[in-house]
C-alpha cells in the first residue's frame, strides 16, 4: 500500500469553528501529525486578519522562507499553528485579491471541467476564491521545497467550498494525488431542507434537474465535476454514499467514517464527576431561576444541540416527542429538556442575569419562561412557533420542561457562561432525531461523556452503531436508533417519547450500566480504528495518480 509523504488539506473551517467539519480535522489533525509530522498542512481561509484567532497561533519564522516567496508571487498567508491537539502547522489565507480574476478563473474552469459558475449567487464566490487561493498556496509550497511525484503529496478538499481548487491542482500540478471528500451533498442537503421527500424517492431524482428547481447550479456543478475528476472520490458514510451514486452520479472510491478523540472528556473518577456535579447545578439553576421553579437533581435532563437546521436536525420532532411525554399522564419524574441550537440571538436576558445574581429562590417565572436569549426574530423563531402552537408553556403543574438556549455556547454567553462540553457532560440523556445526517458528531460527543443518546438511521452515526450489533442499536447498548423515514413522523416521534419513559423508569443500576455502554461505543469511534480508513484512500488516490501521470508522459 502507498503511504502519502506530505498531506495538504484545504476547508473552510481550518482554524474556523462552523460545524462538523471542524471536529473531523481538529480531532485527527493529531493521529496524522503523530506519524508524519510538520510534513501536515492545513490550509483555511483568514477571516481575522484585523483581529486575534484564537484558534490559530502565527508563527513568522515557521517555513520563513517559502512564506516569504509565496508573499513575493502575490500571495497574503500567515503561517503557524493551529490551536488543536498536535499543533499542526496551518496557513491562513487572504483569498480576497483573486477577486479581480474571478471572470478569468470562472473561465478556466468551464472551458477545462464543464464547471457552471453562471448561475453564482451569495456564497459561492467567496468559497470559490478560497479554492483557488488554497490551490495556488499548495503550488507555491510544492514548487519552494523541489517536491516531485516521488514524495507522494495528497491534497484533500472538503466540501463543495474547496472542490475549485482541486481542479486546479489536477491541472496544473499533476503529480499531486487529489481526494475530495463531500460531508454532505449540496443538493441532497437542499432537497432534505426545502421539505422534499429525500428518501423514498432518491433513486428517481436526477441531481442536475434538481439543481436547477432548487437555485443550485453552480454548487452542484462544481462538485459533480470534482467527483468525477479527482483522483479519489470520497464521502463520511454509507447513506451518503448512496446519495452521491444517485445525485452527482458518481460512486464513491471510499467511505471515510468519522472518528474523534476524547481528550475533552475529563477523567474518570472525581475530575469526571465534579464536572458533572458543576454542568448539572449550573443547568437547574437558570432553569429554577427562568421559570420560578424548584427542580431538584433527580431532575431528568435532556439536551439536543447542533446547527439550526429545523427538519434536518429532527429539531421538530424532538419537540413534538417532547409533547407527547408532556400529555402521557404515566409520567412520574419531573424532565427538563434543553435545545441548544444557536439562532438568530440578540443578546442574553437582563431580567434573567439579574435572577441568576442573586442567591435567592423564585416561585414565579419571568417573562418567557422558555427562552435564554433575545432573539432578533422571536415572533418568526420555529422553535418557539411550534412551542406556540403545542401550548407548551412550561406551567408549574406539568413533569415537562423545555427551554430553548439559542446561542453559541462558547464560554461567554451571557447567561451559562459554560462551554457547550462542560453543560453536555450533566446531562441524562441526550436526543438528535435527524432527517437528513450524513454522519452526526453530536451523538459521538454525548457518548463519550457517558451520556446516552437516541439517534435515527437516517444519520450515519445511527447506521454505525448498529452495524456494531447487527441489529437496531437499542437503549440498553447506550445508543437508541429509530427507524425513519419520509412518511413516518408520528411513528417516531412516539418511539422518542416510549424510550424517554423507558429510561425515566430505570433504576440507578440500570442507568449506571447504560452510561457504560455508551461509553464502551464512544471508545469503538476513536480515530485509532478510523484512521485506516484514509490511508486506504491515499493508496486509492495515489495508484490513480501514478496512472494518470504516466498516461501524460506518453
Keep these: 500500500m502507498q503511504q502519502p509523504k506530505y498531506i495538504i488539506e484545504a476547508s473552510w473551517e481550518v482554524c474556523n469553528k462552523v460545524g462538523g467539519i471542524y471536529t473531523v480535522l481538529s480531532t485527527r489533525a493529531k493521529t496524522l501529525h503523530d506519524q508524519i509530522g510538520d510534513k501536515l498542512l492545513f490550509i483555511g481561509p483568514d477571516f481575522w486578519i484585523e483581529r486575534e484567532n484564537p484558534l490559530f497561533k502565527e508563527n513568522r519564522r515557521l517555513l520563513s522562507a517559502w512564506r516569504k516567496q509565496a508573499e513575493a508571487e502575490g500571495l497574503k498567508i500567515r503561517v503557524g499553528r493551529w490551536q488543536i491537539p498536535g499543533e499542526p502547522i496551518a496557513v491562513l489565507v487572504d483569498f480576497t485579491p483573486f477577486y479581480s480574476e474571478k471572470n478569468n478563473i470562472y473561465a478556466w474552469a468551464w472551458n477545462a ?28 509550497y510544492y514548487r519552494h521545497f523541489g517536491l516531485t511525484a516521488a514524495d507522494n503529496v495528497i491534497y484533500q478538499a472538503h466540501e463543495w467550498m474547496t472542490c475549485l481548487g482541486a481542479l486546479y491542482l489536477q491541472q496544473h500540478v499533476p503529480e499531486i494525488a487529489t481526494i475530495f471528500t463531500t460531508h454532505a451533498t449540496s443538493i441532497g442537503r437542499s432537497i432534505a431542507g426545502n421539505n422534499k421527500p429525500l428518501y423514498d424517492y432518491l433513486w428517481a431524482y436526477n441531481g442536475d434537474q434538481m439543481a436547477a428547481e432548487l437555485n443550485m447550479q453552480s454548487k452542484h456543478s462544481i462538485e459533480k465535476q470534482t467527483a468525477a475528476h479527482v483522483d479519489c472520490f470520497t464521502t463520511v458514510s454509507d447513506i451518503t454514499a448512496t446519495e452521491c451514486r444517485e445525485l452527482l452520479d458518481k460512486p464513491v472510491d471510499a467511505v471515510l467514517t468519522n472518528g474523534f478523540e476524547d481528550d475533552f472528556v475529563p477523567k474518570a473518577g472525581r475530575p469526571f464527576n465534579d464536572a458533572r456535579r458543576k454542568a448539572r447545578k449550573a443547568m437547574l439553576k437558570v432553569a429554577n431561576a427562568l421559570m420560578g421553579t424548584n427542580l431538584g437533581d433527580d431532575t431528568i435532563i435532556i439536551s439536543t444541540g447542533g446547527r439550526y437546521e429545523f427538519k434536518n436536525k429532527g429539531i421538530d420532532m424532538l419537540i413534538e416527542s417532547l409533547n407527547r411525554l408532556r400529555l402521557d399522564n404515566h409520567l412520574q419524574r419531573d424532565v427538563l429538556a434543553f435545545i441548544n441550537v444557536p439562532a438568530w440571538v440578540k443578546c442574553p436576558r437582563i431580567d ?59 464560554g461567554a454567553d451571557g447567561i451559562f457562561n459554560m462551554h457547550y462540553y462542560d453543560l453536555l457532560i450533566g446531562g441524562d440523556l441526550a436526543i438528535y432525531p435527524s432527517y437528513y445526517e450524513p454522519w452526526g458528531y453530536t451523538p459521538t460527543e454525548s457518548i463519550a461523556f457517558h451520556v446516552p443518546c437516541i439517534t435515527t438511521d437516517l444519520a450515519g452515526f445511527g447506521l454505525w452503531v448498529n452495524s456494531l450489533h447487527g441489529r437496531y442499536s437499542t437503549l440498553a447498548d447506550g445508543v437508541k436508533t429509530v427507524h425513519r423515514t419520509d412518511n413516518n413522523f408520528v411513528e417516531a416521534a412516539e418511539e422518542i417519547k416510549d424510550t424517554i419513559m423507558q429510561f425515566a423508569e430505570m433504576t440507578p443500576a440500570q442507568v449506571t450500566q447504560i452510561r457504560r455502554q455508551a461509553a464502551l461505543t464512544a471508545h469503538k469511534a476513536l480515530w485509532q480504528y478510523f484512521i485506516e480508513n484514509y490511508y486506504k484512500a491515499y493508496d486509492i488516490a495515489l495508484t490513480k495518480r501514478n496512472k494518470r501521470i504516466n498516461s501524460i508522459s506518453k
Design 113 to 140: 471541467y464543464q464547471v457552471d459558475s453562471l448561475h453564482a449567487y451569495g456564497d459561492y464566490d467567496e468559497a470559490s476564491m478560497f479554492a483557488y487561493a488554497a490551490a495556488k498556496v499548495t503550488e507555491s
Design 352 to 410: 434573567l442575569q439579574k435572577r441568576l445574581e442573586g442567591k435567592q429562590t423564585f416561585n414565579t417565572p419571568i417573562g418567557d419562561p422558555r427562552i435564554t436569549h433575545e432573539l432578533h426574530n422571536q415572533d418568526q423563531d420555529k422553535v418557539l412557533s411550534q412551542m406556540n402552537w403545542l401550548d407548551i408553556q412550561n406551567r408549574a403543574d406539568e413533569h415537562v420542561k423545555l427551554i430553548f438556549v439559542p446561542c453559541y455556547l462558547d
